[in-house]
């Protein structure tokens, strides 16, 4: 277990230089799916397969998908290469990366000064646990949650609204539930 | 013979079942594209492929080596390694999810706490292959088809999960093992009728089975994110839509009508005449329906399905906690 934990945690480290320093978004977001499925692995080594399972379906599964859409209908060319490229010159990336690994520093100052001696081990955390955790002690929290997607929900059916307007000459001028429905995906 | 401790031969044995589970579950989605189109034949009154051998028996043997021996063509405009990748996803994170399925009480290669999980997990990253295959590409109708496939697959995985946790609450478990013991005395058929008719509907919309084949409809878009796609290419592309089927089959089977359980019969024959029968209403369903307009498949997704798979859990928990002990 110990081997897998250091093997998944450097693909998501090497996945996650790849997102940088891509130049190509969609070879970028690849990585990133990449890197978020080696976190997954991380998650299940260390003995927490419910929460493994959901970076796989929530993350790399729904949210990147979302993602990689969007990019995909930008369409972007070789200008958006060229651009990337140029923000990769060394005077860019020179500054935050040095205040970057002054960080790095302190982290793993900090974790050779805490943890020093211990080894990667873990019980199995089951879903039931997960689910008894959620809905006992932090059912605040869940709740908060909840009403913020509500929120988002509601917003999203707002703006995703097509106008009074348009609905009202289109029942009139073309046959009823012609033109383009909602949530067509985005093909236009 | 002082190397063949049990461990050794559990590790061999494991490494055997696990192979011809691979093995069939190709095999079978292969059988299955000469079988449907004779079925098709049959329920739409013509003969389909009836040349080759026997009646058309050997028309598999001539289908693989037409797809073996044409170009490989990758086009010019493609992005070279997106469109390398994309079968290899398509075909993988289906094979991967056979992992979870317990074909009889010996048999079955992996024992997951979170199977059911695993499952949702591969349906997840089974999207990206539509979705790489059809930008890589590089040609529009590709596209647009890799559009419509990747917002119906979403639309519909979001009501897959919720329609399988009434099962989860009434087992208690996601083991797949443990479902199936649950199932001992009632199939859950009976209490998740419309958990399993979500499912099913889910099931051949993830798979873009007909009449969820919008991605591909040819009348549209000359056949969507595989149009540029030839020989072995295409073919991982179209063997992995019926591995697909066969793996909803099998999944439906294990988690509504009792896996290898039934009686007189041994448990791998009830499993695979289960199997066979999802199978044959999967292509009586693309033989007898026809495909509905694009909007119309989404807006059923978020409105009507969705609603029903929560409305079904809110009744199966409430059931399950009245009928809790103490």
Redesign the interface.
């Known amino acids: 277990m110990e081997l897998a934990f250091y093997l998944s945690g450097g693909v998501a480290v090497l996945a996650t230089l790849g997102v940088i320093t891509g130049t190509n978004p969609i070879h970028a977001l690849m990585y990133l799916i990449v890197s978020l499925i080696a976190v997954a692995m991380v998650f299940f080594t260390l003995g927490a397969p419910f929460a493994a399972a959901l970076e796989i379906i929530v993350y790399a599964g729904a949210i990147m998908v979302l993602f990689v859409f969007v990019v995909m209908i930008l369409n972007l060319g070789e200008g958006a290469v060229a651009q990337e490229r140029l923000w990769l010159q060394p005077r860019t990336w020179l500054g935050p990366s040095l205040l970057a690994a002054v960080l790095l520093v302190v982290l793993v100052a900090s974790l050779v000064q805490g943890g020093a001696g211990q080894f990667i081990s873990g019980e199995p955390i089951s879903a039931q646990a997960v689910g008894g955790l959620l809905f006992g002690p932090w059912l605040l929290v869940v709740e908060l949650a909840a009403m913020l997607l509500l929120a988002a929900l509601v917003t999203a059916s707002h703006i995703g609204r097509r106008p009074e307007v348009e609905r009202w000459s289109e029942s009139k001028g073309r046959r009823p539930g012609a033109g383009r429905g909602k949530g067509n995906g985005g093909g236009r | 013979m002082s190397w063949l401790t049990p461990q050794v031969s559990a590790v061999l044995f494991a490494m055997f079942q696990a192979l011809v589970i691979l093995l069939v579950a190709v095999l079978l989605g292969a059988v299955m594209t000469v079988v449907e189109r004779r079925l098709l034949g049959l329920w739409q009154d013509r003969y389909g492929p009836n040349r080759v051998g026997p009646f058309g028996s050997l028309q598999l043997v001539a289908d693989m080596i037409k797809i073996f021996f044409k170009e490989d063509w990758i086009p010019p405009f493609a ?1 070279r ?2 469109f390398v990748l994309a079968p290899a996803i398509a075909m993988a994170s289906l094979l991967l999810s056979f992992m979870i399925i317990p074909i009889t009480p010996g048999w079955g290669i992996a024992d ?3 199977g059911l ?2 499952f ?2 591969m ?3 089974n ?2 292959a539509v ?2 295959g059809g ?1 890589a590409s590089g040609n529009k109708y590709a ?2 088809g ?3 496939a ?3 697959t ?2 519909y ?1 979001v009501f897959m ?1 919720l329609a399988l946790m009434g099962v989860v609450a009434l087992a208690g478990s ?1 083991n797949m093992r443990d479902i199936v013991q649950a199932q001992e005395e009632l199939w859950f058929i009976v209490p998740q009728f419309f958990g399993f008719a979500t499912f099913l509907i889910a099931g051949i919309a993830v798979t873009h089975r007909h009449p969820f084949d919008q991605p591909e409809a040819e009348q549209e878009l000359a056949d969507g994110y595989h149009i540029e796609y030839s020989g072995m290419k295409f073919g991982m592309f179209f063997i992995g839509e019926y591995v697909g089927m066969v793996l909803v089959s099998a999944l439906i089977v294990t988690l509504f009508f009792g896996g290898w359980q039934g009686p007189w019969l041994p448990p791998f024959v009830w499993f695979s005449l289960k199997t066979g029968f999802f199978l044959m209403l999967f292509v009586l369903i693309r033989a007898s329906l026809p495909r509905p ?4 498949v ?2 059923f997704g ?1 409105k009507v399905c969705l609603p029903l798979t929560l409305v079904n859990l809110l009744v199966t928990g409430a059931v399950v906690l009245l009928m809790a002990p103490e």
Not at chain 2, 293 to 296: A, Q
């Open positions: 992005d390694k997106l997951l706490n979170i999980l695993f949702l997990a349906a997840g990253i999207v990206y979705l790489f930008w596209l647009i890799a559009m419509r990747s917002a119906q979403l639309t995985e999960g996601f307009r694009y909007d119309r989404m807006s978020w």
